[in-house]
């Protein structure tokens, strides 16, 4: 079995289960921090890291979203991610980055949690990880 850790990282005065990952587009690659959220069904990212990775969006948004602070509506695309050396497709929501009001994305269930044996987050550890295994 080949799994993939990532410590977590400290935010806010907290220890949370960040993840580097990145986004592969047709211009570049963009590096992308993202909480690992089992509660989130679509992953979420900035638009402008689409336009980064050359990534096209629709004209108009296509997917609503709910999160902690409030709602939006993202625009729904297929795309193409690189987690540790697991590369992947999955949808990805991209908000308007001044909707988003965290520092960094969310890595959510659609897509990316069932291409793994299991998702896995140790906090009984030291320092705690968050591991994908195939």
């Known amino acids: 079995m080949t799994t993939t850790r990532f ?6 005065g ?24 089992s509660g989130a069904t ?10 980064r990775a050359g990534i096209s969006l629709p004209r108009l948004p296509n997917q609503p979203i709910d999160f902690g602070s409030g709602t939006a509506v993202g625009r729904r695309v297929r795309s193409t991610i690189l987690l540790g050396q697991q590369r992947f497709s999955a949808d990805v929501v991209y ?37 994908f295994a195939r």
């Open 7 to 12: 410590e977590y990282k400290l935010r806010g």
């Open 95 to 131: 908000l308007d980055d001044e909707q988003w009001p965290l520092r960094f994305s969310l890595l959510g269930r659609v897509g990316v949690f069932s291409r793994f044996k299991h998702v896995r987050f140790a906090e009984r550890v030291h320092p705690p990880v968050v591991e």
């Open 14 to 37: 907290r220890r949370q289960p960040i993840c580097d990952l990145s986004l592969l587009g047709p211009i570049s690659r963009v590096q992308i921090d993202a909480l690992v959220d």
């Open 42 to 51: 679509y992953s979420i990212f900035l638009r402008s890291d689409a336009e």
